[in-house]
């Protein structure tokens, strides 16, 4: 009789998901998910029993780290009283919500309007932009990800939405930003250069047509390029000089990430608006918010805010923020984020040491990014921005290797991001680091001589 294989529990359950479902930004066919059954802290388990450290904490957003039954008793509670209202209604806890917001949030930064994701808050806040000023365009930066909705994907500087770049929508405009690693020139040039440029543009424009100027708070999935020093407070300048809103998007930058509450508040400024979600429920729940600064706010006292959604203020995803930023507090995870982000920068230089493909590494807090190159002196990438599949063989070699060690992190182009749970220790990042390192010795082979 012939010999008929037997499959495991994880090999089923990935079949069945590549049978009757889709996977975002993936080809659909040859792919090996983790079949994740159980996660806590920072360690994902599969069916078969098999450990991986998050490393990326899912998708930059599970920052409270995975399995805190505070908010299963939060939700639970929740959904014991009353699990939807419509958003004309009011509960307890949207109210109590908001208001932790406004007192987390600086400046006159005191208003919420609760969206379900980072998209639908960056689509909302462009609306915004647009309803209070009168002018229409947007100005963003290249290399920026600000989700994949119709207008958010248009103000990203993503290469995602290039197969789509037919149906973008109208009236965004965007500028290059070069980083300090990239840029010949020095520091106080690339910031003299990077201000002028968006001066002319502006200037290019008309800054009567400009409604906003939408920013991350600190990069991410792009490669975390920093800002110039003082970058953004010059952008803050010029966007108050011409009446221009600035918009910050923290969706992945928020809620600890960078060691503060807000990416921003490392560079010392108050936007107009912020873009939330990802860290606000660290993804127990989708949920997303806007704030929006009291000036903004009050021009609708007496005029319909014409802005909605069906799951607006949902009180269980209400309930599961609340209880989420009373955790970064009790459990003191933005401190440990930013003394974690050092420990993790020291160990980095280490590392470079041993790996000469290491060409860069930007973090803030535990918003990392590890840069690999063929050559040193030339940085010439292991894999170059929006790289094809033949141009991927080492990078997909070492995410593999990544992978088959137990680790689960994102890797992009010639990127490795190191972005774990804010709760992580010391113990559990040289856990990853070693892993890391050993798939690294993959990338070192490839160097050119």
Known sequence: MPETSIKSESQEIIEENLDYTLFSWSKQKGINPIAVESAEGVYLYDYDGKKYLDFSSGLMNVNIGHGNQRITM???????EVSYVTPSSVTKVRGQLGKKLAEICPGDLNKAFFTLSGADSIENAIKLARLHTGRHKILSRYKSYHGSSNAAMTASGDPRKLPVDSQQATNFVHFDLPYLYRWEYGEENLLKESVSQLERIIAYEGPNNIAAILLEGESGSSGCMKYPKGYLKKVR??????GILLIMDEVMSGFGRTGKWFG???????PDMIAMAKGLTSGYLPFGCLMVSEKIASKFDDVMLPLGLT?????VCCAAALENLQIYEDENLIENAAEMGKYLDGQIEILKQKHPSIGDWR???LLGCLELVKDRESKEPMAPFNAKPDEMIIMNKVAAKIKELGMYTFVRWNYIFIAPPLCITKEQIDEGLAIISEAINIADEAISK
Do not use: K
């Open 237 to 242: 300048e010029i966007s108050t000089r011409t």
């Open 74 to 80: 939060a939700v639970t509670r929740q959904m014991e």
């Open 311 to 315: 799951y607006s203020a949902h009180p």
């Open 363 to 365: 973090n803030t807090g």
């Open 264 to 270: 921003f508040q490392n560079h010392d400024i108050i």
